[in-house]
């Protein structure tokens, strides 16, 4: 489960990097008015503290399942935001960084998903 997180955190601070640094490359420069500038900069700041929760939550998940549960909260929504992208709003040319995000997303949230009973049942047995 602590890899699970720490990869986890990896693949949000990326998203922040790609957000604060690399915007001019993901986003056309036409659709990059300082309202979207914005939004990608408070996006990216939010996941700067995501990816600090998560980081922290892998030193001790099951003391730390908030960190958990904040993790398959994100990866789920990041699958119906990924998957609704491909099916609705992004055109074939743009829809290759929302498939990796897809697919990314879901190795997670299987392998955390997957993880979950054993770092629950450790957690339980911590108390006796």
Known sequence: MSM?????A?????WAVVLLALQWYIIASE??????????NGLAVA???????????ARDPAANRAAVYG??????LKLVNDL??????????????????LVISLA???GILEALPRMVKAGDGKGE
Do not use: E, K, M
């Not at 990896?10 to 990326?14: K, N, Q, Y």
């Not at 609704?84 to 995000?101: H, K, N, Q, T």
């Open 47 to 57: 996941n700067l503290a995501l990816a600090y929760v998560f980081w922290h939550g």
């Open 31 to 40: 659709q990059l008015s300082p309202q979207v500038r914005a939004l990608a």
């Open 108 to 110: 997670f949230l299987v």
């Open 10 to 14: 990896l693949l949000v601070l990326a």
């Open 71 to 76: 993790a398959i909260t994100l990866l789920a």
């Open 84 to 101: 609704y992208g491909l099916l609705v709003l992004l055109p074939a040319r743009w829809a290759a960084i929302s498939l990796a995000d």
């Open 4 to 8: 699970l997180l720490r990869l986890t």
